[in-house]
């Protein structure tokens, strides 16, 4: 792949892809279940984020290359993980299907006739599978072309979010809007933890890891990629802070009368632009209700192509997705692949919420293995007397099990309804690891299952815990203990997964990834 990006197309491919549908809608839904003190659940995230971004900073500082979050847990951690990841990201190509759906929803306000009762129409189908054509063209022909165009959509898409921040104030505020109508916390600080997953916080600022999967396509990707997973977050953080803030100080006293849980709106800012008489506004909102889910749309077809092509190097996939076309520098045939899966994702969920209900768990997941991943390469190299390797981040040592507690956490409290869907179908993948195991490095299969159980028994543990919690789940086990149970089982689950990774890379070392 050619080495064509810089810190800035890095950045704005990482700013881009965390800025997508999620500002339209969760300034408004954080609200109505945290109230004011929602702000708290804005800066975890972004902390907490940015403790995840570390390790994969590092592997992608470190093992530069095409498609890295699905080719580092197969090197770290044997071919059952690989496969089992690798079918969790091959699912999370419904991502770039969710947003699609979202630019439908909101082109249903001029064309009714496209999106009816939370789904796609027959002919809105019809108008999300050509936008999926045209996404797939724009990223056909070179990554130089893609970034460029891709900083264009990128600035667009900052710009509407701050002028709506600004155009909202200056509008006129409510005073005492963080202490009255319940206080600034109305429904109690456990709120902020269910407006995480909830109010649609996590999958809001999820996508940071964008530039990690193109550190193979890096200018010097040993500086330029930490610096820019790092800027994405830090800029998205700020402007959904300026967003939560321009929506908590507008809504007019009028809708409050029953508090931050009544207020309600099908397009929040677009409506409250209109309520507030700045038509203009609302203008430009409806327009970049299609313009921000597009950009994210795009750079997710660009990077589902790379981790297509990464599967199909695991073995995942037949090798002849991994052809690299010589005159573009793309993954054609991993691009034709993705648009029959996205299609075919938009067909039975055909609404937003649908998809992203599922979408946010098999992210985490990859976040998950990917800290896994990063100790058991400090591990085995520290066995072997290794120096530390060009671009390790300080303080991953510990970073690594806190991201692993975090993502696992994360899972667990996005809910019983979401994960009895997500956690099955990424179990589907143990089935699948059989059927496609490989011989070609001697390794039986009897130590390739003891190696990878950690994972199974990880996410079957999830599923339990979530059933028998209090995050939609039956409440036999009660706040907070609930929760101090699953990070509790991911420490424990981090060791015995470092361990075995480090016994796996001992029978099987994997030489340095990366590149000048």
Known sequence: MRKE????????????????????FAAMFAAQTAGPAVLLSWIGAGVLCALVALVMVELGATRPEGGGTVRWPLYASGRLVGTVI??????????????????????????????????????????????????????????????????????????????TVVALFLSGTHSGRLTDHGGFAPYGYAACLTALAGGGIVYSVNGFQAPLDFSGEARNPRRTVPLAVLTGIGLAVLVYLGLQLAFLFTVPDSLLGHGWHGVNFDSPFGQLALVLNLHWLATLLYADAVVSPGGSAYVGVAIDAR?????????????????????????????????????????????????????????????????????????????????????????????????????????????????????????????????LRRDADGRPPREELRNGAWLVFHLAALTLLSWLGTFGGSGDLPTPYDSVAVGVVALAVFAWAVRSGRTHLRTAPVTSLATE
């Open 5 to 24: 990006l810089g810190f800035w197309s890095l950045t704005a491919i990482g700013f881009s892809n965390i800025l997508g549908s999620g500002w339209l």
């Open 86 to 163: 690798g079918w969790s990201v091959l699912l999370s190509v419904g991502g770039t299907a969710a947003e699609i759906s979202a630019i439908m929803q909101y082109a249903a306000h001029y064309l009714p006739g496209l999106y009816d009762n939370g789904r796609l129409t027959g002919s809105g189908l019809a108008v999300a599978t050509g936008l999926s054509v045209l996404l797939t063209a724009l990223n056909w022909f070179a990554v130089r072309a893609f970034a460029r165009l891709n900083n264009l959509v990128s600035l667009f898409k900052v710009l509407i979010p701050v002028l």
């Open 307 to 435: 981790h297509t092509y990464a599967l199909a190097k695991n073995g995942l996939l037949p090798r002849f997705f991994m052809r690299i076309d010589p005159r573009s520098g793309t993954a054609r045939r991993a691009l034709l692949l993705n648009l029959v899966v996205i299609v075919l994702f938009m067909l039975p969920f055909g609404g937003w919420q649908d998809i992203v209900s599922v979408m946010g768990d098999m992210y985490l997941l990859v976040y998950a293995a990917s800290a896994v991943a990063v100790a058991a390469f400090r591990a085995h190299a520290k066995e072997r007397g290794l120096p530390p390797a060009d671009g390790q981040v300080p303080g991953v040592h510990w970073i690594a099990p806190v991201s692993f507690v975090v993502a696992s956490e994360f899972i667990y409290w996005s809910g019983w309804h979401h994960l009895r869907l997500a956690l099955p179908l990424v179990l589907a993948g143990v089935p699948l690891y059989l059927m």
